[in-house]
C-alpha cells in the first residue's frame, strides 16, 4: 500500500520558518501532481500549494503567496514556510493526484498522508 510520510512540522513563533517534507514509500504510478493542503480545528479542509509534475505550473492559496515554496524532488516534495503566522496553525496533509490538474482541489488527489502539526505562535 502506497504511503505519503510527511515530516517538518513543528512550533515556531510568528514571523518564523519551517520546511515540510513528504515522502512516498513506494513509487506512485503515473503521478500528475503533488499538493499540500492544511485543516485547522473546525474548518474546512484547503489547498495550500500544488504543484504539476514535469512541468513550472504551480498553485498558492492567497494567504501563502510570498511566503510559502513548493518544490518536488523526484517522488519527493516539500513546502518551505516563511514568515509564519498564528493563521498558519493547521494539520497539514501532503497528497498525489493522478488525475486532470486545476490546482488546489482536494478532490483531484487521491492518496494522502496522515498530516504533520504546524503551529505558529504570537
Known amino acids: 500500500q502506497v504511503q505519503l510520510v510527511e515530516s517538518g512540522g513543528g512550533s515556531v513563533q510568528a514571523g518564523g520558518s519551517l520546511r515540510l517534507s513528504c515522502a512516498a514509500s513506494?513509487?506512485?504510478?503515473?503521478?500528475?501532481?503533488m499538493g499540500w493542503f492544511r485543516q485547522a480545528p473546525g474548518k474546512e479542509r484547503e489547498g495550500v500549494a500544488a504543484?504539476?509534475?514535469?512541468?513550472?505550473d504551480t498553485f498558492y492559496t492567497d494567504s501563502a503567496l510570498g511566503r510559502f515554496t513548493i518544490s518536488q524532488d523526484n517522488v519527493n516534495v516539500y513546502l518551505q514556510m516563511n514568515n509564519l503566522k498564528p493563521d498558519d496553525t493547521a494539520m497539514y496533509y501532503c497528497?498525489?493526484?493522478?488525475?486532470?490538474?486545476?490546482?488546489?482541489?482536494?478532490?483531484?488527489?487521491?492518496?494522502w498522508g496522515r498530516g504533520t502539526q504546524v503551529t505558529g505562535s504570537s
Open positions: 504543484t504539476r509534475t514535469g512541468t513550472t
Open positions: 497528497a498525489a493526484g493522478q488525475s486532470t490538474w486545476r490546482g488546489g482541489l482536494s478532490y483531484d488527489y487521491n492518496v
Open positions: 513506494t513509487y506512485i504510478h503515473s503521478i500528475n501532481a
